[in-house]
């Protein structure tokens, strides 16, 4: 079956560390969509110095949430962009409950909504392992022990209650983070198939 020409307003969610990026990226090439990670974009305004990047800073080293409202406009500032308008793949974003409704607003604005949620599910211990080995290898501000305990703790408080939400609207797909990369992203593959044809 070939994916590529649909329209897929999808969306990853996890745990910090479930490797949500990395999936993220072989979503996109399978689904031909723009990937749209919120942390990607507050990184790079912070790198660059602007003063996006001096707001979000010391909440982004703290891991705390930016403010709904400021996250919201970026994201639907980043939609309404042409390469969004024939689907996306939403990574980080919506976290809580009110960048959920923003996120709905924006798409029912559009006559569209969300198509499929994957949700990659990891152990807490497990990617606490893996932050602290990528901490090592990319050396992210917000990747010290400390700060990744307590970015797991906002994710289970703020971002888990998503989950349910998701699942009641019928749009979620459940897949196992834990394995080698291929493997995770066939599952997703699959997963993502088998819920996009259920929908349409
Ligand atoms: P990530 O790369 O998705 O793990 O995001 C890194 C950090 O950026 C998070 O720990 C938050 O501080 C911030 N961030 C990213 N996305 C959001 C969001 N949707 N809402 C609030 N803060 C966010």
């Known amino acids: 079956m070939t994916e590529s020409h649909r329209i ?12 949500k990026g990395t999936q993220a990226q072989r979503i996109v090439e399978r689904y031909g969509v723009p990937a749209i990670s919120t942390g990607d974009i507050f990184r790079a305004n912070i790198k ?3 003063e996006l990047g001096k707001r979000v800073q010391a909440i982004i080293e703290a891991g705390e949430l ?10 639907a500032d980043r939609l309404g962009q042409s390469d969004a308008a024939n689907g996306f793949l939403l990574d980080g ?11 709905d607003a924006v798409l029912d604005a559009q006559g569209a909504s969300l198509d499929a949620v994957v949700l990659l599910e990891a152990d ?3 990617v606490v392992a893996r932050l602290l080995k990528r901490a090592a290898v990319e ?8 700060v990744i305990r307590h970015r797991q703790e906002v994710y289970a408080a703020q971002t888990a209650p998503l989950i349910e939400l998701f699942s009641a609207r019928g749009i979620l797909v459940s ?4 394995g080698g990369i291929d493997e995770v992203s066939s599952r997703i593959a ?4 088998g819920k996009l044809s259920a929908v349409k």
């Not at 403010?67 to 970026?74: K, S, V």
């Open 175 to 178: 897949v196992d983070g834990l």
């Open 48 to 50: 660059g110095g602007t």
């Open 93 to 103: 974003y919506p976290r809580t409950v009110d960048q959920v409704h923003a996120l």
């Open 66 to 75: 930016v403010p709904d409202e400021l996250t919201n406009e970026i994201v």
């Open 190 to 193: 699959d997963a993502l198939d």
């Open 124 to 126: 807490t211990e497990e």
């Open 139 to 146: 050396g992210r501000a917000d990747d010290t022990e400390e």
């Open 8 to 19: 897929a307003r999808l969306l990853i969610v996890g745990p910090p560390g479930a490797g």
